[in-house]
Nanobody
């Protein structure tokens, strides 16, 4: 089992920045990919960014050039710059035993509880 705890969400004005953190614990040897997904009210969950254990990264087109995913040992970060109102959502940390499933199918073995991000216009 893997446990994920997110932090760093909040309220920010458009154009501002936030940094999300996700601390993973448990059987981390089984994890080959971690990432962030988000879900806005009335919309399906979507992948924001994913990073594999060998450093390969994927981003949603809507966040390329604005968001950066990184990983340091058991913590995954999502640096979000130039935030827009349409970035408002609940952000969830994910960890998967498969290398590419999270980036391709937006599914994962483990999920955090989520952290809310609200961007005001």
């Amino acid at each position: 089992q893997v446990q994920l705890v997110e932090s760093g969400g909040g309220l920010v004005q458009a154009g501002g920045s936030l940094r999300l953190s996700c601390v993973a614990s448990g059987n981390l040897f089984s994890v080959n990919a971690m990432g962030w997904c988000r879900q806005a009210p009335g919309k399906p969950r979507e992948l924001v960014a994913a990073i594999t254990s060998d450093g390969s990264v994927n981003y949603a087109d809507s966040v390329k050039g604005r968001f950066t995913i990184s990983r340091d040992k058991n913590t995954v970060f999502l640096q979000m710059n130039s935030l827009k109102p349409e970035d408002t959502a609940d952000y969830y940390c994910a960890a998967d035993r498969a290398r590419d499933r999270l980036a391709v199918t937006n599914t994962a073995d483990y999920w955090g509880q989520g952290t809310q991000v609200t961007v005001s216009s």
